[in-house]
């Protein structure tokens, strides 16, 4: 097929060429090392920690803007390491109060905000101004949740500076927040309302990244494109709706290569480049894309470095019977890594409903009746080509706390059609040739959408196997939300992504005091769950914490609030030339340590 | 001709205010501020944004301020979505990327297709004339996306992926030009405009050109039947001079009417071309504003487009009677 277009379209192209070859953009200078990454979108919304939101938002301030911690690159479960931080925080014996100490060579770079147009160094205050942003009500508190109730006196200062806003005067940054206590230019103390172990996960967002007050205030709302902050690149050119281009920032502090290992990385040899200052390449170019077929066109033909393979190139790029990358790829040196995000996908239960809730042994039994009837094998291969994973429990694949091999025991995992029958019987409901004959249609409210309406089709045969009749009611997000709030649905399909890799992140979701219209929407209450939840918030990692989290994740088999959990797994191909590139979906200051091998023999140049 | 498009203006005035009226209407028909910022926002942020966008204001005082800010050009109003640019901003960075498609894939399939046409006329029941004819069909017949697919994979990446010595066209991304003035100046690169744009305009004047030449055809036949043409050939005209002197002429009022009816579009641009090329016009902003709920942006390009629309309906109008003698300005 090829070969008969090769023929026949080179005439045309050589006449077309005559035309458009007249001159086409210079590449990259053999020397200079580029990494090329897409955006599936049409780009970020901003470069303001302070305003953003999305993955694209930290693609895009990570590259240029730092927090005083971040995860480390290649350890798995993920840890955290100081980044601004000249060592990890320490804490007080109550655990309220974290005392910080700053790196002494972080320096701004340079530019017309700072007097004289030279950078300064990064210090306390910086850290309070910009954490203090997220209360200014000027940036719409998009990422004020971080922070809200978590540090003594921040949300009065909130409080008092919005009526400010409100009478017309200024947003008071010199404003003291009682928890914030500056020791010097490098030292302070932040106090917490209470005991909160996710509070150092939460300073790893870029969010919380610290810029100086200078570029805010004579900038203003172009803060938003233009980025003055002390990390790796700066930016070079964001060109909106085609992409952004960060070069190397030549003042960056010395950092080095990463020093620590996980086993995986160490196998692939991403352990070479110890002791390397970062960042390793010259310059990072992010192109956007709404479409997938033109993104991965330009991965074939190795214009960027490295891609999310769209659903429709699946079974292009992949064996959809083994999922095994294809040979042809897998000559060509391409490096699959899939990546599991941390997604709890789930069918719930409103456990105040009178149909289905309740924490009787039969209303157990009859939750878990249809938990066991769902096949979800058929699930995943029809609707997903089998990616997803399947677990039990509440605790996404890659956190602490997650089961080994996705899978506890007991568990409520279908199909088990006789086990269901039993479980009917157990609930009190007649069974008659393996059918129940007096249970109401049970409702499930779920979003709209085709791929919804064929996963609801899929679970109203599994469950009419055992004669379960259910009424799907399809509705926009937004009603979806509005109702359970208010607590109407008996049944609901939903989602829930980790911010960060803790399990109290999703375990939270089953804490009694947080019911609807908390984000407890099952309702469940449990006294034992509750005190073990509120113990984990500040329980450090070892076995203590690991027997909690075990023993919450059977409490929620046992009660079945949920069942069906599902993380989706995201298929990166990577091209031979790239080097060191352990994809994440969790951050994305990860540029800093990718090198490109331009003397590949495959590298496009 | 000056009092006539005065007056066309002038009754266009009302439709102009009914299209922002509709327009401003629809946008609120659902709360803009709780569909930008979702289910997740607390009362306080969407409070917050309410007020900072005037949509706490009776709807009277809004449709006022609406209305103030298209009649006087002022577009300095900030987008929700892309943060630090105003409405302003993003048309003026847009319009030249749509044009750069559209008035080269216009300008050409008109050339083409009117020639193509005429061609077909000459040699009308033929073998020719039924190629072509059948060639349109099959044109009409597949979709844009089609055409968008193949040619960037077989015209643009296949190229690059197999090595090949001409490998002229992007597979998408788009690269300044033309500079029109301002910070960079006046400057032209065709060869640049020819790596990111030729291919989606080729690619839009195949896609296009089985309408026009279907269209254009049919015209020229009708033509071909009327009394001067008789005329012409009982006085001995070459049947090409008959053609190209005396038909053409008379055939260009359907043919101004069918370009000046895609004006609106080459501001708009190719929706689908912008996307799948990367290419940042008008087009691709208004769906990333759709997508992104983002009011502001969707409320003015909206006005601008109507008003653009209404502009080039006067102008059909204007440029009958330029082509028809017999059409009166009065």
């Known amino acids: 097929m090829r070969a008969v277009f090769d023929q026949t379209l080179k005439a045309p192209l050589a006449i077309l060429a005559v035309v458009a070859s007249i001159l086409t953009a210079a590449p990259a200078s053999a020397q200079e090392k580029v990494f090329h990454h897409p955006i599936r979108t049409a780009g970020p919304r901003t470069m303001d920690p302070a305003y953003g939101t999305s993955v694209y938002d930290n693609m895009a301030a990570s590259q240029v803007y730092e927090t005083l911690l971040q995860y480390k690159y290649f350890v798995r479960p993920l840890e955290l390491e100081p980044l601004l931080l000249a060592e990890m925080p320490t804490t007080s014996e109550d655990g309220r109060t974290y005392s910080f100490k700053l790196r002494d060579d972080v320096y701004f770079t340079d530019d017309p905000c700072f007097p004289g147009g030279k950078g300064r160094k990064l210090v306390t205050d910086d850290v309070f101004y910009s954490w203090k942003r997220l209360a200014d009500p000027k940036y719409q508190l998009q990422a004020w949740p971080k922070l809200a109730g978590l540090i003594v006196g921040l949300d009065d200062f909130k409080e008092e500076q919005g009526a400010r806003v409100d009478d017309g005067k200024a947003f008071d940054y010199a404003a003291p927040v009682k928890g914030f206590r500056k020791i010097s230019d490098r030292e302070f103390e932040v106090e917490l309302t209470e005991p909160n172990r996710q509070f150092l996960w939460k300073i790893a967002t870029f969010q919380l990244s610290v810029l100086p007050h200078e570029a805010v205030e004579r900038y203003g709302d172009e803060i938003n494109r233009r980025m003055v902050g002390s990390g790796p690149f700066k930016l070079k050119e964001w060109k909106p709706n085609v992409g952004m281009t960060f070069v190397k920032n030549p003042q960056y502090r010395e950092m080095y290569y990463p020093t620590e290992f996980s086993d995986e990385a160490i196998e692939r040899g991403w352990d070479l480049e110890e002791g390397s200052r970062l960042p390793l390449v010259d310059r990072v170019e992010y192109t956007f894309f709404v479409e997938d077929q033109p993104m991965w066109l330009e991965f074939k033909s190795g214009n960027i470095d490295a891609v999310q393979t769209p659903n429709s190139a699946f079974e292009e790029a992949f064996n959809p019977r083994n999922k095994r990358l294809r040979p042809e790829w897998r000559r060509k040196g391409i490096d699959y890594q899939p990546v599991a995000l941390f997604d709890f996908i789930y069918r719930g239960f409103n456990m105040d409903d009178e149909l289905v809730g309740g924490y009787t042994d039969e209303k157990k039994a009859l939750r878990r009746a249809i938990a066991l009837c769902m096949d979800w094998e058929e699930l995943n291969n029809s609707l997903y080509d089998g990616i997803p994973i399947i677990y039990d429990g509440a605790i996404p694949p890659g956190i602490p706390g997650h089961p080994d091999n996705h899978t506890m025991s007991p568990n409520n995992r279908g199909p088990d059609l006789g086990r269901a029958r039993e479980e009917l019987k157990k609930a009190g409901y007649n069974v008659v040739n393996g059918k129940v004959t007096d249970l109401p249609p049970i409702e499930l409210w779920t979003s709209r959408g085709t791929q919804q309406e064929k996963i609801t089709e899929l679970f109203q045969r599994n469950l009419a196997k055992v004669g379960i009749s259910l009424n799907p009611r399809f509705v926009d997000f937004a009603e979806l939300t509005k109702a359970l709030d208010r607590s109407q649905a008996s049944m609901f399909g939903l989602a829930w992504s980790s911010a960060y890799p803790d399990a109290e992140y999703n375990l939270q979701l089953f804490y009694g005091p947080n019911e609807t219209p908390g984000p407890n929407q099952f309702n469940f209450k449990n006294d034992e769950y509750d005190a073990l939840y509120e113990k984990i918030k500040y329980l450090e990692p070892g076995p203590e914490r690991d027997a909690a989290y075990a023993r919450m994740q059977e409490i929620l088999v046992e009660y079945v609030p949920f069942f069906g959990s599902q993380a989706r797994v995201r298929q990166w191909l990577v091209q031979p030339w790239v080097r060191n590139f352990k994809v994440t979906e969790t951050f994305y200051n990860y540029n800093k340590y990718i090198d490109i091998d331009t003397d590949h023999p495959d590298y496009p140049g | ?330």
Not at chain 2, 61 to 74: A, K, M, P, R
Not at chain 2, 116 to 121: D, E, H, T
């Open chain 2, 1 to 330: 001709m000056w009092a006539y498009i005065f007056r066309k203006l002038l009754y266009n005035v009302p439709v102009y205010f009914g299209a922002l009226l509709l327009v401003f209407l629809a946008l609120r028909v659902q709360d803009p501020v709780y569909a930008y910022l979702g289910p997740e926002a607390t009362g306080e942020e969407v409070e917050r944004l309410r007020q900072d966008m005037g949509l706490d204001k009776p709807v009277v005082v809004q449709f006022g301020v609406y209305l103030s800010n298209v009649l006087t050009f002022d577009f300095d109003i900030p987008s929700w979505n892309q943060k630090g640019y105003t409405v302003g901003e993003i048309l003026s960075r847009s319009w030249i990327p749509s044009l750069s498609i559209t008035v080269p894939q216009i300008a050409l399939s008109t050339v083409i297709g009117v020639l193509i046409a005429l061609l077909s006329a000459y040699f009308r029941g033929r073998f020719i004339d039924r190629f072509l004819v059948i060639a349109a069909v099959i044109g009409m017949s597949i979709s844009f996306l089609v055409f968008i697919v193949f040619g960037q994979f077989f015209l643009a990446a296949l190229p690059q992926e197999e090595g090949w010595e001409f490998a002229p066209f992007a597979v998408q991304g788009y690269e300044h030009w033309i500079g029109v003035g301002g910070e960079e100046g006046w400057f032209l690169r065709p060869s640049v405009w020819a790596h990111y744009c030729l291919l989606p305009v080729l690619i839009g004047v195949v896609v296009s050109m089985g309408y026009d030449t279907r269209f254009y055809r049919a015209v020229m036949v009708e033509e071909t039947g009327r009394d001067y043409i008789t005329t012409a050939t009982a006085k001995g005209a070459t049947k090409p001079k008959i053609m190209f002197v005396h038909m053409l002429k008379n055939a260009m009022i359907p043919v101004v009417t069918r370009v000046m009816s895609t004006l609106p579009f080459v501001v708009v641009g190719s929706i689908l071309l912008e996307m799948y090329f990367s290419i940042p016009g008008m087009g691709r902003e208004i769906i990333t504003a759709i997508n992104a709920r983002d009011f502001p942006v969707i409320q003015y390009f909206v006005a601008v487009f109507a008003l653009i629309f209404i502009i080039s309906v006067i102008l059909t109008d204007v440029l009958y009677a330029v082509f028809d003698p017999r059409v009166r300005l009065s």
